[in-house]
């Protein structure tokens, strides 16, 4: 083996649970507890390299049957390691419970197991190079990512629990309330709701006591395909001027071109644009004005700079998606960030919503003027808390979640409900 190459010693996932809020959403209501992966990639001389990925029970598995396999590849050699990780899993095709994200095909899967290694495998580079993981992204363009509130309806309390910190919000004053909250404590200029949870009438209503209360701040709204193509013109009607853009109204490509093309309100997604063969599609439709891309199912951070590529050839905007997460997902998201020229809207994080059980050594990481500063040191620029990190995983062994069911859960407290879409 030549000495210039560096390869991979070990491999080690760590599935993690951390506490969630019963956020709703169009397909019902979060669980108390959200799961995660940990990925370490070691390399001989002690080095280690983070990543965050998604918890369920079938990605998990996918990842223990590609980790062995990249044991002993050069971590530069990235190329090889997507090639790798296709050939381990050959047809297999998972689901996908993570974040709304529609249908994915054999591609997709790669991208999702891939992207999990990556980014530990670019963070182990970066600390070789001694440079952080945006400058092997084609360097910085900004030294400060900014994010949005990122606003859910929700109840007070799972059910049989005592209140939580963030309180109820199920109507406008409750959302308001909200986003007073989030924006005192982390300087937010950017507000999302995520809408498709009450008829539109109830969430316009919201969106419009947003607009009075911050009348400088941008605003979104995002139901999550909950609405008809009648029901997504008619809200965007009564939002032109109001909102920054409208992400996912209606299901599918097809719906989405209809409405794009009688309003003009950008339309964002992140449900139907989720993998590489969706853009053609999607651009001569006219489907979409700004697609949110998520570095967990676009391939990693490498494959997602490729994919701003694309959008700047078509003319599409850029911001990205989230679901619930921790700080090794929140940095990697925004080195990628700092590094994408054309990433011109605000990101989503749902870091506030679950900062508190933060595994990175020094605590949650810190939003300035609604912020993250960008990572100067090399690769990532955080490294674990073991004690935060065992106590994440053994949450994670007691809490008995393996898959994410948004609409099992509201089901159990409203048997009536079908999480069907769309809904209005």
């Given at each position: 083996?030549s000495s210039a190459r560096t390869p991979i010693r070990e491999i080690?996932?760590?599935?993690?649970?951390?506490?969630?809020?019963?956020?709703?959403?169009?397909?019902?209501?979060?669980?108390?507890?959200?799961?995660?992966?940990?990925?370490?990639?070691?390399?001989?001389?002690?080095?280690?390299?983070?990543?965050?990925?998604?918890?369920?029970?079938?990605?998990?598995?996918?990842?223990?049957?590609?980790?062995?396999?990249?044991?002993?590849?050069?971590?530069?050699?990235?190329?090889?390691?997507?090639?790798?990780?296709?050939?381990?899993?050959?047809?297999?095709?998972?689901?996908?419970?993570?974040?709304?994200?529609?249908?994915?095909?054999?591609?997709?899967?790669?991208?999702?197991?891939?992207?999990?290694?990556?980014?530990?495998?670019?963070?182990?580079?970066?600390?070789?190079?001694?440079?952080?993981?945006?400058?092997?992204l084609g360097g910085a363009v900004r030294d400060r990512v900014p994010?949005?509130?990122?606003?859910?309806?929700?109840?007070?309390?799972?059910?049989?629990?005592?209140?939580?910190?963030?309180?109820?919000?199920?109507?406008p004053e409750g959302i308001v309330e909200q986003a007073r909250s989030?924006?005192?404590?982390?300087?937010?200029?950017?507000?999302?709701?995520?809408?498709?949870?009450?008829?539109?009438?109830?969430?316009?209503?919201?969106?419009?006591?947003?607009?009075?209360?911050?009348?400088?701040?941008?605003?979104?709204?995002?139901?999550?395909?909950?609405?008809?193509?009648?029901?997504?013109?008619?809200?965007?009607?009564?939002?032109?001027?109001?909102?920054?853009?409208?992400?996912?109204?209606?299901?599918?490509?097809?719906?989405?071109?209809?409405?794009?093309?009688?309003?003009?309100?950008?339309?964002?997604?992140?449900?139907?644009?989720?993998?590489?063969?969706?853009?053609?599609?999607?651009?001569?439709?006219?489907?979409?004005?700004?697609?949110?891309?998520?570095?967990?199912?676009?391939?990693?951070?490498?494959?997602?700079?490729?994919?701003?590529?694309?959008?700047?050839?078509?003319?599409?905007?850029?911001?990205?998606?989230?679901?619930?997460?921790?700080?090794?997902?929140?940095?990697?998201?925004?080195?990628?960030?700092?590094?994408?020229?054309?990433?011109?809207?605000?990101?989503?994080?749902?870091?506030?919503?679950?900062?508190?059980?933060?595994?990175?050594?020094?605590?949650?990481?810190?939003?300035?003027?609604?912020?993250?500063?960008?990572?100067?040191?090399?690769?990532?620029?955080?490294?674990?808390?073991?004690?935060?990190?065992?106590?994440?995983?053994?949450?994670?062994?007691?809490?008995?979640?393996?898959?994410?069911?948004?609409?099992?859960?509201?089901?159990?407290?409203?048997?009536?409900?079908?999480?069907?879409?769309?809904?209005?």
């Amino acid at each position: 083996m030549s000495s210039a190459r560096t390869p991979i010693r070990e491999i080690v996932l760590t599935p993690i649970a951390f506490r969630d809020p019963p956020l709703l959403n169009a397909v019902g209501l979060h669980e108390p507890w959200a799961l995660r992966t940990i990925v370490e990639i070691r390399i001989d001389d002690g080095l280690i390299g983070l990543g965050e990925t998604y918890g369920d029970q079938g990605h998990l598995a996918r990842l223990h049957q590609a980790a062995p396999a990249l044991v002993g590849l050069d971590v530069f050699a990235l190329n090889d390691a997507r090639a790798c990780v296709a050939r381990v899993l050959g047809g297999a095709i998972g689901d996908d419970r993570h974040g709304l994200t529609g249908q994915i095909n054999l591609s997709g899967t790669v991208d999702r197991v891939f992207a999990s290694f990556e980014v530990a495998l670019l963070d182990l580079q970066g600390q070789l190079l001694r440079r952080p993981v945006s400058d092997l992204l084609g360097g910085a363009v900004r030294d400060r990512v900014p994010y949005s509130a990122y606003l859910f309806y929700k109840w007070a309390a799972h059910p049989g629990e005592a209140p939580d910190r963030f309180g109820e919000a199920l109507d406008p004053e409750g959302i308001v309330e909200q986003a007073r909250s989030f924006i005192a404590a982390h300087g937010f200029s950017a507000i999302k709701l995520k809408g498709g949870v009450f008829p539109p009438e109830q969430e316009v209503a919201a969106m419009r006591a947003l607009r009075e209360a911050f009348p400088k701040h941008v605003l979104r709204i995002d139901p999550n395909a909950a609405w008809t193509v009648e029901t997504s013109l008619r809200v965007a009607r009564e939002l032109d001027g109001v909102i920054e853009y409208l992400e996912d109204p209606t299901p599918g490509i097809d719906g989405m071109g209809q409405v794009a093309t009688r309003t003009p309100i950008p339309l964002a997604t992140n449900m139907c644009v989720v993998a590489y063969d969706h853009i053609a599609p999607a651009v001569e439709r006219k489907a979409i004005g700004v697609l949110l891309g998520d570095h967990h199912y676009w391939g990693g951070l490498t494959r997602s700079r490729q994919l701003a590529l694309l959008c700047e050839t078509f003319g599409i905007g850029m911001s990205m998606h989230s679901n619930s997460h921790l700080g090794i997902s929140l940095v990697a998201m925004t080195h990628l960030a700092a590094a994408t020229p054309n990433l011109g809207y605000a990101c989503d994080t749902h870091y506030p919503w679950n900062s508190a059980d933060e595994i990175v050594a020094g605590g949650a990481l810190k939003f300035v003027d609604g912020a993250l500063p960008v990572p100067t040191s090399p690769g990532l620029g955080v490294t674990l808390d073991r004690d935060a990190l065992a106590r994440a995983h053994e949450r994670y062994q007691r809490c008995g979640i393996r898959v994410r069911d948004d609409t099992g859960y509201l089901q159990r407290f409203r048997p009536e409900y079908s999480g069907k879409l769309p809904r209005w």
